[in-house]
């Protein structure tokens, strides 16, 4: 059972990268991100925490990497609710799945949202990193009569449900259509929604700390519903570290990234690492985020940092609330 963002953790998946690579370049950024994989596992099991792992596919341009269970797979109340965005690859990735959703299923129902007839050739095209977030919007446009939404655009509130706006409403920003937040609503029609006035994942605008403590980057992005909780407004003093910039550098980015796999290093611009963090109950975080400035403001909330080393963060934009996906937690 699981109601919440910020009860007692007691089990979570950890995403996994592909086994390996052998493009130049590219091989090392998977076989180090395996590596931050292995240790964030480390780092969960140390604190008593049962970790899942999806399985590590070959290499293939037909199957996403399961990096971020957060976007596909939700977990809510008693029920586990399998997603479908606009990437065709995607469609693989959730078999990745079967075998911990298999032995979740004497626990909770599996509701699978219906699959979506999405072109796996546009994936392909050539696009430059600038463009790559109005690739994927345009996409979203050409699928608005399909039901597509990703189970990252939702956070748990106990009776509530926070999401994000879909790409009707958010052009920029959205990754949704209106038919799939009603389908969402449908299946889940025992909660509440209340509605982030913004588009994109909910855990790069805020994370819901516990009951009535929230983290944000953005003042605006907190719902009306949710403004008299107390708040920690993040700063970003980060530059992109060396070790991006460089790899961007590299003929493998320019050359076989951006050109193939476009939708699967995500638009690093939008992903604050300090609010896409993973509560492992109301007094400790796990973050990706090195700021000192906010961490301090978190110990004035009693609120213990863990930082995860995560190093190509930035490549495949996604912080420590991306690679995770919460099964149970403990609620009184």
């Given at each position: ?36 994989l ?25 199957t ?71 690739k ?20 748990k509130c ?67 519903e ?14 992109f ?11 493998f980015?320019?050359n ?34 090195y ?21 190509h ?11 995770t ?8």
């Open positions: 059972m699981i109601k919440n963002e910020w009860s007692k953790l007691i089990s979570v998946i950890v995403g996994s990268s592909y086994e390996n690579c052998n493009i130049n370049g590219l091989d090392r950024v998977i076989d180090e991100t395996n590596e931050d292995n240790e964030l596992q480390n780092i969960f099991q140390k604190l008593g925490v049962i970790v899942y792992r999806p399985i590590s596919p070959k290499f293939s341009l037909e996403h990497h399961p990096i971020m269970p957060r976007d596909i797979v939700g977990f809510y109340d008693d029920k586990i609710v399998k997603a479908y965005g606009a990437v065709h690859s995607r469609i693989n990735e959730l078999k990745l799945y079967d075998d911990i959703l298999e032995e979740c299923s004497t626990e909770y129902q599996i509701i699978e949202m219906p699959v979506p007839n999405i072109q796996k050739t546009e994936e392909y095209e050539i696009v430059q990193p600038h463009t790559n977030k109005i994927m919007q345009q996409r979203y446009d050409k699928y608005s009569d399909q039901i597509l939404f990703e189970t990252a655009n939702i956070a106990n009776e509530y449900l926070v999401h994000t706006q879909t790409a009707h409403k958010d052009q920029n920003n959205g990754k949704g259509t209106e038919k799939g937040l009603d389908w969402f609503k449908n299946v889940l029609s025992d909660k509440k929604w209340i509605e982030v006035p913004a588009g994109g994942h909910v855990d790069g605008k805020l994370a819901l700390l516990r009951e009535g403590l929230l983290l944000t980057w953005r003042e605006e992005y907190i719902p009306e949710l403004k008299n909780w107390d708040k920690i407004i993040v700063t970003d003093n980060a530059k570290p060396t070790e991006f910039v460089n790899t961007k550098k590299q003929p980015y320019t076989y990234v951006m050109k193939y796999l476009s939708d699967w290093v995500g638009y690093s611009k939008e992903t604050w690492f300090d609010v896409n963090c993973i509560s492992v109950d109301e007094n400790t975080i796990i973050t990706c985020g700021n000192k400035e906010n961490i301090d403001k978190l110990k004035k909330y009693n609120i213990d940092v863990i930082i995860w080393d995560y190093r963060r930035y490549f495949w934009d996604g912080g420590a609330h991306c690679c996906q919460d099964i149970k937690r403990k609620h009184d």
